[in-house]
């Protein structure tokens, strides 16, 4: 019965941390997200992994970090307006923030060579 309960265990762990890979980061990596998110005007926020997300275009006005309470991590936070011109605020994960690369739209994560599963290929981008 204990096996079976610690198994119950890890398999949701494994299964809920997919949904949380790269928002607490180390100073150096949210620099280093702040940085090219300045330089990006349209991003696409979309946790693929999850099954109700749908992807949300965000124009980009403001882009910054801050360091969570506990001061060893820190979050990366865009503010800007979505396609309904609808102002917003999210704090990032950035496995699920894609960014054009090209003509394809890629997880940030994986751009800036952060370990993470964004749980879908480079898709087209289409705005």
Request: hydrophobic fraction near 35%.
């Amino acid at each position: 019965m204990k096996k079976t309960i610690l198994l119950f265990v890890l398999l949701c762990t494994a299964f809920f941390s997919r949904a949380d890979q790269l928002q607490a980061l180390t100073q150096a990596q949210a620099e280093k997200a702040v940085g090219y998110l300045k330089k990006e005007p349209i991003v696409i926020l979309w946790c693929s992994c999850c099954d109700s997300e749908t992807p949300k275009k965000i124009t980009v006005n403001e882009v910054f970090y801050k360091k969570y309470p506990d001061g060893k991590y820190y979050s990366v936070v865009l503010k800007g307006r979505d396609e309904s011109g609808k102002e917003v605020e999210e704090y990032l994960d950035l496995a699920y923030v894609f960014v054009k690369k090209g003509k394809k739209a890629k997880s940030l994560g994986k751009v800036l060579k952060f370990e993470c599963d964004p749980c879908t290929q480079p898709f087209e981008w289409s705005i």
